[in-house]
């Protein structure tokens, strides 16, 4: 999730953002374990995917 966040004050959309950080996970960046979807599929995007202002 802080990667999220992180994404989001970088300008990202927030699919961009949770799409960007699945990809990363699946590729194995966060570690060889995470790359089962039982870490990162549960995650979904529903709503606004603007990108947000803080």
Same mark, same amino acid.
């Given at each position: #999730?802080?990667? %999220? %966040?992180? !994404? $989001?004050?970088?300008?990202? !959309? /927030? /699919?961009?953002? $949770? *799409?960007?950080?699945? /990809?990363?996970? $699946?590729? !194995?960046?966060? !570690?060889?374990? %995470?790359?089962?979807? %039982?870490?990162?599929? *549960? ?5 606004? *995917?603007?990108? #947000?202002?803080?």
């Amino acid at each position: #999730m802080v990667a %999220y %966040y992180q !994404g $989001l004050k970088a300008k990202k !959309g /927030r /699919r961009e953002a $949770l *799409s960007q950080i699945q /990809r990363d996970w $699946l590729e !194995g960046k966060k !570690g060889k374990k %995470y790359q089962h979807p %039982y870490y990162w599929a *549960s995650f979904i995007f529903s709503g606004d *995917s603007t990108p #947000m202002e803080f």
